[in-house]
């Protein structure tokens, strides 16, 4: 009997933490006695902020916060097999490079094989510029430095000519490839306002420099185009100084016409590298902020009103039995909860779907073991006795109908992609919780208060 209630110590431990987990920071404030401060949504840094635990809030998806998805089809008709999945891997990477250089906050990107179509979904939070995305992501970036042949003279009136013809440039070898980098800086103007304008700061690789060096030495007084993909004009016709030629001193810039906008995108292109194969868009959606909360709202409630019914209906069926059940519910929800908040679990729309039909479950097993102590007192044993067999005899049901439930939430997320991987993830861990919470803490608080 001590043991027992040691054990009933522990889950009302248990269930202090996990609310104080789940919960969302609710501010305390008694000036009587000079207490201000909140209980709840903490944030917790560990080993001088080198690790954090972060409980401030659930993590939400994009239909529940607002953002942009896009779903990007990759073209392989131009690899073999051996090559494709390799290719895609790669195309994910760059693409994962340009979002996080948007500074956007914890993107997704997975690839998924359609058929024999290959795509990456891509799932931006808190965007609603769905042009910026695709530019973003879409746009392969590749710079090429050109120089002229040595038979055509150059001469600054042939400036236009040139500019405007880019049949006569050739390869140098010199492409994004040897850049480490670029940035957005800013060139003093000469005008009477003293304004700066942005340009593109190259950092390349250190054999890169010694490439553009060669370059430099080679080509003194005469001009290198910068050309972007398969552009039709430079975007940039420098030309060498001789102070160039004797070795760079510093990181070399792109001029132009640029506004910040459209410095910080070409910057941002060229860092994130070429993309291998060719891309297009199958699918684009922007999901507004209101709508997210919008639903979140609505799930909550829907949320609150299941609880409140299987409650009511729990105690109205099973009295006393039914009002323990309730406290194992109020249990479970709050650990559930505080895991997601911990892992922390992506909630979206599917996966609160799956939480609050996971709650049905959660009283499933104690339903089973209900009914059999029933069953066990309508013939005549004693309430000790029934209670330990209705527990015993309604087991193997109990644990045939997870089982089968968890094999269910496990082919999904394996097979399943995006919302579907979402919806079978937090029932899993739904059906988990639940099963600790009915065979342990329902189980030790009857066997500890006895007498129901």
Do not use: H
């Not at 880019?166 to 940035?183: K, M, N, Q, Y």
């Amino acid at each position: 009997m001590k043991k027992d209630y040691l054990k009933l110590g522990a889950i009302l431990g248990l269930f202090v933490l996990a609310t104080l987990v789940a919960m969302p920071s609710v501010p305390v404030k008694l000036p009587q006695i000079g207490v201000d401060t909140s209980i709840g949504g903490y944030y917790v840094p560990l080993f001088g902020d080198r690790l954090t635990i972060d409980l401030r809030d659930l993590k939400k998806g994009l239909d529940l916060q607002g953002g942009v998805k896009l779903v990007l089809k990759a073209d392989m008709s131009k690899l073999g097999e051996s090559d494709k999945i390799k290719a895609l891997e790669s195309t994910r990477e760059i693409i994962s490079r340009r979002v996080d250089y948007l500074g956007v906050a914890e993107p997704k990107i997975n690839t998924v094989k359609v058929g024999e179509e290959y795509r990456i979904e891509v799932e931006i939070p808190g965007m609603d510029d769905v042009k910026m995305a695709v530019d973003a992501i879409g746009q392969t970036a590749q710079l090429r430095f050109k120089t002229l042949p040595k038979e055509l003279e150059w001469t600054e009136d042939k400036f236009a000519d040139y500019f405007q013809n880019p049949a006569v440039w050739v390869d140098s070898g010199i492409t994004g490839a040897d850049l480490r980098g670029a940035g957005v800086t800013f060139s003093q103007s000469t005008a009477l306002k003293d304004k700066t304008s942005p340009q593109i700061e190259l950092q390349f690789t250190a054999e890169g420099r010694k490439k553009f060096s060669d370059l430099a030495k080679a080509n003194v007084g005469r001009p290198v185009a910068l050309f972007l993909d398969e552009s039709k004009f430079p975007i940039s016709m420098p030309v060498i100084s001789a102070d160039l030629a004797n070795g760079l001193t510093g990181d070399p810039v792109i001029n132009g016409s640029f506004d910040m906008k459209s410095a910080r995108a070409l910057s941002l292109q060229i860092r994130a590298g070429a993309l291998p194969v060719p891309i297009s868009i199958l699918q684009q959606q922007t999901v507004g902020a209101t709508l997210g909360n919008e639903s979140v709202q609505k799930s909550l409630k829907a949320g609150a009103i299941g609880l409140g019914l299987v409650m009511v209906f729990m105690v109205v069926l099973y009295g006393g039995l039914g009002l323990i059940a309730n406290f194992g519910l109020l249990l479970y929800t709050a650990l559930v909860l505080a895991i997601f908040k911990i892992i922390p679990v992506t909630l979206t729309l599917p996966g609160i779907a799956g939480f609050i039909l996971s709650i049905g479950m959660a009283v499933d097993a104690s339903i089973l073991a209900f009914e059999r102590i029933r069953e066990e007192t309508k013939w005549g044993k004693p309430r000790g006795i029934a209670l330990k067999l209705g527990f015993e005899r309604s087991w193997n049901s109990i644990r045939d109908s997870n089982i089968s439930s968890l094999i269910t939430a496990g082919v999904l997320f394996y097979f399943g992609s995006g919302m579907v991987r979402g919806f079978a993830l937090t029932l899993a861990i739904g059906i988990g919780v639940s099963l600790f919470t009915n065979i342990f803490v329902v189980r030790t608080v009857i066997r500890t208060l006895g007498r129901f």
